[in-house]
């Protein structure tokens, strides 16, 4: 019979399906028995890994006293597996303060792959950052019917003064690139954006610790696995200690309100800065937590660009300052010598139908009067007769030397400040003017000898300048941070550059400068007690003239080397030496006399009217409109403001009264359970533009 | 017929019924329940038999499913044979207009929507069409060999293999795939069925290793490997159609010796593709096959041939298809099961996740309700496609073998009671429920072991839902009616 073949068949059927069965009985064994491996991944996937964050480094100034602290905050996390339909959404949103809408998007968001891309349904993710103290005991209360929702603590930043916002700078959030280059980061970690926060941000985020815990089925948390034996307590991360002195930077930041420039101090034995200013500057409070994001948007559209470190990315032509470069390198290179090299100067540099121009004094002079009187057409001779030397073989290799000279003086490079984004500056050599003039003589850059042209610096270089001046020919690379955890920074910060300068040419240097004091252009910086060096410069640019002061004191025991730099403040007597000599006083004596003080007080109010109608940068053609529709909206608030402050007067005496019993409470060490932002009415920097709705009423006072 | 043979009848069933499938049958049902409730339960659930949870509302699916069955034995077995035309007509109706059913549920319109019940008409549709196969091919005079006969055959199982596809529940369709085996032991030629196996392996292996090179030279190992079977496929079916023992052997030497020489030519002297030598040489076999075809006159040459040709193209054509046809979702879900995309948070992520639940289990298992995987809801779709793995969690190694075996038993039994069967109807129709169970399990079992492709099918009487178990019910307890008539005589 033909089925009597087939029937064979039915054996190959049943081989098929006992060959499957056996195969996946294989298969299961391996999984289940032989191999180990997925047991662990599921204690893994059945623990939880609860985060514990370490307490960010503190930030202490050069004294001890504390800048930047932190404060607890909390977010609202979210297991969207656990919470999804299990909550009821009038109660939770009347417990957090938020309306249904809010939570309805917020939901939404997290679900999104695009916004959110690490989503994933079984872990915790952000629902709302850093939630005040009341509104997190309110919700504590009642979370217990919230399933999915968890809090995690963090800590937040606060600052004890509204200073220095540009040296420490700030916190926010990781970006999806932070956490790509360094896989300590998970989503909503903070990380250090600018400034000192930045440059040490592995010393002082610490190390995370983490608690694993075992859940059962029923998704409780059993305790510790293993009696805790692999947990890991976070370690804290290093407190900082600056070489900034608060009292320092809080008078540099009042003396430059109302004014765009820089103040850099340096302590030249050890290259610690000792104050940063940038103006304008702005309340590092105001980057804190959830008003980062718009307040950064509102500074980055301020055509005074408060956000950006004038002090370290502002290159500017150094002006007269950079004479006492110039000096010490004619000297040493013996083009000029310091007695007998006596340069002409009616009125100026008059050569071969060249003029550089020149204010009245004796003529000719030697390099020490010529410092003092801040000559011109002495510095054009000096950098002339250099140049032209037979010695060097021709103009080209003799401004190779020069410019070797300024390079050694830590120009043209970035000086390596340890917080970022600084800038290099500006110093030509040979190969450059080939390029941009292709036939060149002596003539034609003897600008650079005053300062001007191509020459830039940042005030930081300047600042350094005086340093390498006051410590006689080298310098120490300036830092911010001065011990790290308790520990100094790496031996690059402690090493000298000597400059190529010749000790010598320093000490005619130093003459010219205290010439400069004593009876020349810096003479308004005269003190009882101690002996001042100091240089101004009037560094010409398109419009008016920038104002600059480069000192340091005392002359024999230097403490401090000065660097001011006002933008469009005129002649270097009428800014840069009264808030030179102001800040120099304030240092090497630790307070201001009397007279001084009111002095201080009438620089602080003399503000220069930029008004910027000056001529108007690309980048700023680019923002104008959004500057005029921004400036609208401020003055349509203002006056609404105004209004309101009369009212609130009274309420806000009362609340100086409260916050000063916190104070108190801070300082006897009580936890500190300010909200992440503080509205304080503590006297702040105002910066310019802050201060420009009011000037008109104070040039009528003016 | 009188009233007492009625009941002589009744009594009969019961006597001749087959109890071993009814209890395997209730054994997982029970097994079945408990996975639900492992899998569908959340911490904080204290009711297990709630309506309000998938536990709960198993049971009435469990309920309703055993009172179908009791009505289903309680019938006249030639009612089955009588109508079996008429039921499938309906039923192909019904598979038809839901492709056009408004309501979509995941992206698929297979789901009939009647007030509270959400029914699959697809998992009717596999009893159906097995009693329709097995009406056409009981009819008298039927031969698979002939191409009408077949024709038609194939037609009744690509009817509703269409609409399905139609319904955009291509899973479910390849259920259909399983009367392949119903064939094979009906007649249908082995060579058939070892040409489909060959096209697997050779779609796996040339895909998955696609981009591998051999050694220093610049050979894809896939093609390599693919055109190497081709040629060994090749002579084993001379050997066994042509029974030309020698010529086998021939060939083979020539294929690997200078296979051989030239990949050593390749390696060591000058680097180049030595798939283009292995194009040529199969080129030259199947010129050889062709020439002994028409000078024997011995048609199998040709044959073979044709397979050597169709394997070729098959394989060229493979990358095509994966490449431009397959819709993306499948495309992934080819390259996870190659271990092309190695990518657990992706499209892997669920056979990774059920991997590790698997594996947790150990050789006992976590206890019931007791699985930390499946209850935190780290398995998706844990209910019903990816069940196993709380069977595999919670009942460990023991427990998951014995669901398995239980199966291997379930496929056997059905197997050994269809070639019972006195008449043709019958065993068509029990091979059909063989191969039904056996694809279910073959393809859901492997998913979640990561040995098979991720294709959305239930597993019998374990995944939740009421249609796959009032399904699986109808398509088992039909044969069991019908088996249990097989002793009666009539007239």
Known sequence: MKDFHLEKRRLVLSGIAVGIIVIYLVRLFTLQIMSDDYRKSADSNAFLKKIEFPSRGNITDRNG????????????????????????????????????????????????????????????QLFLRQISDTQFSAFQEKMFRFPGFYIQRRSVRQYNMPIAAHVLGDLAEVSQSDIEDDNYYQPGDYIGKQGIEKAYEKDLRGVKGVQ???????????????????????????????????????????????????????EPKTGEVLCMVSSPTYDPRSMIGRMRGKNQHMMAIDPAKPLLNRAIMGQYPPGSTFKTGQAVTYLTEHTTDPIHSLYPCHGGFYFKGLHVGCHFHPSPLSVVPALGTSCNGFFCWGLYYMLTNPKYGNVEKALDVWRDYMVSMGFGYKLGIDIPGEKRGMIPNSAFYDNAFGKWNALSVISISIGQGEVNLTPLQIANLGATIANRGYYITPHVVSTVGGK???????????????????????????????????????????????????????????????????????????????????????????????????????????????????????????????????????????????????DSIRKAEEDKLAKERAAADEQKAKEEQKKKEEKQGKPLNDPAVIEDNEPKVETEREHKPKRDSEKDRE | MSPSTRKDDQQGILQSLDWWTIGIYIALLVLGWMSVCGASYTYGDTEIFSLSTRSGMQIIWIGTSIVLGFIILMMDDRFFDTFSYVIYGALLLLLFLTIFNPHEIKGSRSWLVLGPLRLQPAEFAKFATALAEAKLMSTYGFDIHRWKDFGSAALIVLLPMICIVGQRETGSALVYLSFALMFYREGMPGSVLFTAVAMVIYFVVGIKYENVMLWDTPTSVGKFVVLLLVQIFTSGMIWSYVKDKRMTRIILTYSFGITLGFLLFSEFVIPFDIVWVQLIMCAGLIGFLIYQGLSTRFINYLYIGLFAVGSIMFFYSADFVLNDVLEPHQRVRINVLLGLDDDPAGAGYNVHQSEIAIGSGGLRGKGFLNGTQTKLKFVPEQDTDFIFCTVGEEEGFLGSAAVLLLFLALILRLMYMSERQPFKFGRVYGYCVAGVFLFHVFINVGMVLGLTPVIGIPLPFFSYGGSSLWGFTILLFIFLRIDAGRNLIRQ
């Open chain 1, 65 to 124: 006293k504390l800048l930047v602290y932190n404060q607890p905050a909390y977010d609202i996390m979210v297991v969207m597996n656990e919470a999804e339909n299990r909550i009821d959404t009038t109660d939770f949103c009347r417990a957090l303060n938020i309306t249904k809408q809010y939570f309805v998007q917020r939901m939404n968001d997290i679900k999104d792959r695009n916004k959110n891309p690490g989503y994933s349904r079984f872990t915790q």
């Open chain 1, 488 to 634: 100094p920074l790496p031996a690059k910060f402690h090493q000298r550059h000597y400059t190529k300068g010749s000790r010598a040419a320093y000490q005619w240097v130093i003459e010219g400068m205290k010439a400069s004091v004593a009876g020349g252009t810096s003479h308004g910086a005269v003190h009882p007690g101690y002996q001042l060096a100091g240089k101004t410069g009037t560094a010409q640019n398109r419009g008016r003239d920038h104002s600059v002061f480069m000192g340091f004191a005392p002359v024999d025991t230097p403490k401090i080397a000065i660097c001011v730099y006002v933008e469009n403040g005129g002649f270097g007597a009428v800014y840069g030496v009264p808030i030179g000599s102001l800040m120099i006083e304030q240092y090497v004596n630790g307070k201001l006399t009397r007279n001084d003080s009111i002095m201080a007080v009438t620089m602080q109010h003399r503000h220069i009217d930029y008004g910027f109608d000056r001529p108007m940068t690309h980048a700023d053609s680019l923002r104008v409109d959004s500057i005029k529709r921004v400036m609208a909206v401020k």
């Open chain 1, 212 to 266: 694993i815990m075992l859940r059962d089925a029923h998704g409780r948390i059993k305790g510790h696995y293993q009696n805790g034996e692999y947990d890991q307590k976070p370690v804290p991360g290093k407190d900082l200690k600056l070489g900034l002195d608060a009292k320092l930077q809080a008078l540099g930041e009042k003396l430059m309100e109302g004014k765009l420039g820089a103040i850099v101090a340096i």
